[in-house]
């Protein structure tokens, strides 16, 4: 039954519980976790991404954390191909793909028909430093203005999302909406989504920060400035180390570092609540629901009596 069962995905917004479900999911179906959280592909950043622990993992293998230094640059492209080989060796064991994350884009890259447009640093170098120059909102609108279709499907205050399409519209002479996914299954998948109310994730998340500073961040971001952390363009804006440096530098104290980290990630939720709603293929069950894992399993097990049909 096991090679029968489609891919699952465990998605929705930061600190509502997405790891514990995945473990209980492949405990459950045979399965083994994929991370889909850009933030845990690098080695080191553990406290600030809420890592799992090895010792809090179970037992279940976990894929695609930890394979990144904190001086790489992530890539949507990278990570669509080595997503899609974990996911195709996981199979090849006969064990059920988890794919488990809140970065919206990395999970259709690997679940969906997406083609990766190309990229050229030094184009995205000159987007970047007019995104530093007049601000997300205004170069969204400057998007808006050549490719209406992307801008409304990307927030005026992704400025990296704003950066990369108006790179790739430069680059090809097309627009960048016609390259953004279609909601298309490459393979069978059940996406399960965990919802929460707005009041309640905003104090998960301020119990996380205060978490993540009595857990050491300070520590750990000191340790990865020491391994080139500041260096690193994807890993040095992360929310939480971003704030974290500044502190070490003098810039923010203690209080000013965790607000800000908490209005960031309060931000951060917004916005993958706006990516992941509007995909009709989600699931979404009450993060709190006292038999959350045993609905996700009978999710999972209707969408492999409908593949099969």
């Known amino acids: 039954m096991t090679s029968q069962l489609p891919i699952v995905a465990v998605v929705g917004p930061t600190a509502t519980g997405k790891s514990d479900l995945g473990i209980a999911l492949a405990h459950a179906l045979g399965g083994e976790v994929v991370n889909a959280d850009a933030s845990q592909l690098y080695r080191g950043m553990d406290i600030g991404t809420a890592k799992l622990p090895v010792t809090e993992r179970q037992g279940v293998p976990h894929h695609l954390l930890d394979v990144l230094d904190v001086r790489d640059e992530a890539t949507v492209a990278a990570y669509q191909r080595d997503a899609r080989a974990a996911i195709a060796q996981i199979r090849d064991r006969g064990h059920v793909p988890i794919l488990v994350g809140g970065s919206g884009l990395y999970v259709r890259a690997a679940l969906d028909d997406l083609r990766i447009p190309p990229t050229e640093p030094a184009a995205r170098a000159r987007w970047e ?11 969204h609108a400057q998007l808006a203005a050549v490719d209406p279709a992307a801008a409304r499907q990307i927030h005026p205050t992704n400025g990296r999302r704003v950066v990369r399409a108006l790179e790739v519209i430069e680059l ?14 490459l393979a069978p998948a059940v996406m399960v989504g965990l919802a929460i109310d707005r009041p309640t ?32 363009r994807t890993a040095s804006r992360a929310i939480g180390y971003a704030q974290a440096l500044r502190q070490l530098d003098g810039a923010l104290d ?16 917004r916005r993958q609540e706006s990516w992941f709603r509007p995909d009709h293929r989600i699931h979404w069950l009450p993060h709190d629901t006292p038999d959350l894992v045993a609905q996700a399993l009978r999710l999972v097990r209707a969408g492999a009596a409908g593949s099969r049909r």
């Open 129 to 139: 430093a007019r995104l530093d120059e007049i601000g997300s909102d205004a170069l």
């Open 172 to 185: 090809t002479g097309a627009p960048f909406s016609a390259t953004m996914p279609t909601r298309e299954f």
């Open 201 to 232: 994730l905003h104090g998960r998340i301020t119990a996380r920060i205060d978490h993540m500073w009595r857990a050491g961040l300070l520590d750990e971001v000191r340790a990865l400035d020491r391994h080139g952390l500041r260096q690193g």
């Open 254 to 269: 203690e209080r000013r570092a965790k607000d800000e980290t908490a209005t960031l990630t309060r931000k951060f939720a």
